[in-house]
């Protein structure tokens, strides 16, 4: 039973989409329509934002559910609920200066790193202990 992990993926979709109203909103107050991705540097760095988000969530999902399912449930919510936490403070510390993405940044990747390490682990045991 995945309930835990199929709710983060929920959640997955709802910030993508969160991210993404803010940059039709953006559009709309700074006047940019598509395709144009630069203007004003408030609209930029609202849609480097959520471009950056968006780009690493494919390896965020792909790495909860190997260690969802392989490690630990629990152990991989965990590691999620913090990571979308830190992705969140990331799209409001860059949308107010570049620099404030930093923090935000190092701690996302910290805990990509280790969800990939409760994937490893997981499927090492799942494959050499069975």
Request: net charge positive; proline share 4%.
């Amino acid at each position: 039973h995945q309930t835990l992990l199929d709710c983060y993926y929920s959640c997955v979709v709802l910030f993508l989409a969160y991210f993404v109203l803010q940059v039709i909103y953006a559009r709309r107050k700074y006047k940019i329509s598509p395709p144009m991705t630069t203007g004003h540097p408030e609209f930029e760095r609202i849609f480097r934002a959520q471009v950056n988000c968006s780009e690493y969530f494919p390896i965020f999902i792909s790495l909860l559910w190997v260690a969802g399912i392989f490690f630990h449930q629990g152990a991989a919510a965990a590691c999620g609920l913090l990571y979308l936490y830190t992705r969140f403070k990331y799209f409001q510390g860059y949308t107010v200066a570049a620099q404030g993405r930093l923090g935000p940044l190092y701690a996302s990747t910290w805990l990509l790193w280790a969800l990939l390490g409760l994937a490893v682990a997981g499927l090492l045991a799942h494959f050499l202990l069975s």
